[in-house]
């Protein structure tokens, strides 16, 4: 069955650093997310993605964070001077199509990104 | 009030049990209804994903929508160790777009 796969898995970053999260989705999506999960805190939206524009974000999604699809398979998510209080996992996720078209939405593995 | 609230466990229960999970909320226009499985370590995997009221079966797994009273529930017939796992419902408004909303997740222990 076709996954959604995210590297790195662990991502360790001296504060202050940037870093680039990796995903590529499913090869038919069209749409395109990251969520994050700060540890024993709930699965929170960052932003969404299509057509090669952020079509939603959520408030955290400050002006540190940018996504990218930089060529037809990945999807990235930077974050340009990391605090401690981004340390979390952090979730691509991909949908086939939109919210008007019920198609749900398929997580990956994550990257547990741990801000030094 | 939480938009979504959901009992942290854990749930302990014996291998073949029913496991019985819901989720309250808050927010009246959430329309679409999910149920997510998580191992440790691993992303949230679908499980099912049910639009407004009413029940939904897949093999061991019953879905219920209960929006008159802002309630839903999964249902694990004949449960199995590999069933240990945290389960998070998640919901998305149709005028919200894609966003999804989680709860924080119910803890499941299947034991032998």
């Known amino acids: 069955e076709p996954e959604v796969t995210q590297t790195p898995s662990h991502q360790v970053t001296q504060m202050g650093q940037e870093v680039i999260l990796r995903c590529v989705p499913i090869s038919n999506h069209l749409y395109f997310y990251w969520y994050r999960q700060i540890l024993g805190q709930k699965v929170e939206f960052l932003v969404s993605f299509y057509n090669n524009e952020i079509s939603e974000k959520s408030e955290i999604f400050d002006d540190q964070f940018s996504v990218e699809r930089p060529d037809g398979s990945n999807f990235t998510l930077k974050i340009r001077s990391t605090k401690l209080e981004d340390s979390a996992m952090y979730f691509c996720?991909?949908?086939?199509?939109?919210?008007?078209?019920?198609?749900?939405?398929?997580f990956g593995d994550g990257t547990r990104l741990s801000i030094l | 009030q939480k938009e979504v609230e959901q009992d942290p466990g854990p749930l302990s229960v014996p291998e073949g049990a029913i496991v019985s999970l819901n989720c309250t909320y808050s927010n009246s226009a959430f329309q679409y209804f999910m149920w997510y499985r998580q191992y440790s370590r691993k992303g949230p995997e679908l499980l099912m994903y049910t639009y407004s009221s009413g029940n939904k079966e897949d093999g061991r797994f019953t879905a219920q929508v209960d929006k008159s009273s802002k309630y839903i529930s999964l249902f694990i017939r004949d449960s199995q160790p590999s069933d240990s796992a945290t389960y998070l419902c998640a919901m998305r408004a149709r005028a919200a777009g894609n966003k999804l909303t989680f709860g924080g997740g119910t803890r499941v222990l299947v034991k032998p």
């Open positions: 996720a991909s949908s086939e199509r939109g919210a008007s078209s019920n198609q749900p939405q398929h």
